[in-house]
């Protein structure tokens, strides 16, 4: 019933967090999370009022209690009780109208944007919001990159801003494939633009032989 990129979020989720998926969706999520005992309590919450009655009726047929809210982020929520937020599945504006909205109770945030990871990173790091681990997963033919964040420093440079953390090689090649696809499409004698392009594709292969060595 649950996705590997679900699976993943969840192996960021800690027995003494407690929890709420904001973008719930069905609920799978906050299901697997209560089913499986992986968290001292969980909330499922969405801004859609139909999402949020499929999330209600897939709580009920699982014989769980998760308490439900309808939300625009955390706008309508009041529990000071919860310490850790799923934030997937939407944009990366929407995660961080979001994290915006969050409360000070927030210490920890689990993100999974369907975009802009790069700019995701540098405007989370702006905002005070560091990175501790990065994990990029093939989901269906499809690459997810799900960010465990909180508030304890860590040091960033340009490049691991851009490219992550993450230890997935096949991820790399991903980036590496997409750059000489747009590399390719560049006229001959735009030289500036075409560096960027092969400067990041040397970047992202001294990634994937930091990755081979370790
Ligand atoms: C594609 S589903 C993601 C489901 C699940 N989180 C996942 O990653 O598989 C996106 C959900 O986010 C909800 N959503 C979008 N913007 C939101 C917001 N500002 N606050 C709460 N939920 C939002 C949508 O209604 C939708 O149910």
Redesign the pocket.
């Known amino acids: 019933m649950i996705n590997l990129?679900?699976k993943t979020i969840a192996s960021f989720v800690s027995p003494e967090d407690i929890v709420i998926?904001?973008?719930?969706?069905?609920a799978y999520?906050a299901i697997y999370l209560k089913q499986n005992h992986l968290c001292k309590e969980v909330y499922a919450?969405?801004?859609?009022i139909h999402?949020l009655e499929v999330a209600r009726k897939n709580i009920t047929s699982s014989k769980l209690n998760i308490t439900t809210y309808l939300?625009?982020?955390f706008k309508s929520i009041n529990n000071s009780d919860i310490d850790t937020t799923?934030i997937?599945?939407?944009g990366a504006n929407?995660v961080l109208?979001?994290i915006d909205s969050a409360p000070q109770s927030i210490k920890k945030y689990i993100i999974?944007s369907n975009n802009n990871w790069d700019e995701l990173r540098f405007s989370l790091y702006q905002r005070g919001l560091y990175i501790q681990e990065e994990k990029a997963v093939l989901d269906k033919g499809k690459f997810y990159v799900i960010m465990l964040v909180t508030k304890d420093y860590v040091k960033e440079n340009k490049l691991s801003l851009k490219y992550g953390k993450s230890n997935n090689q096949e991820y790399y090649l991903y980036l590496i494939k997409k750059e000489q696809e747009v590399l390719a499409k560049i006229p001959r004698n735009k030289f500036m633009k075409r560096l960027n392009h092969k400067r990041n594709i040397y970047y992202l292969r001294k990634i994937i032989k930091r990755i081979s060595d370790c």
């Open positions: 990129k679900l998926d904001t973008c719930c969706d069905h999520l919450s969405d801004i859609n999402a939300s625009d982020g799923v997937a599945g939407v929407t109208d979001i999974s």
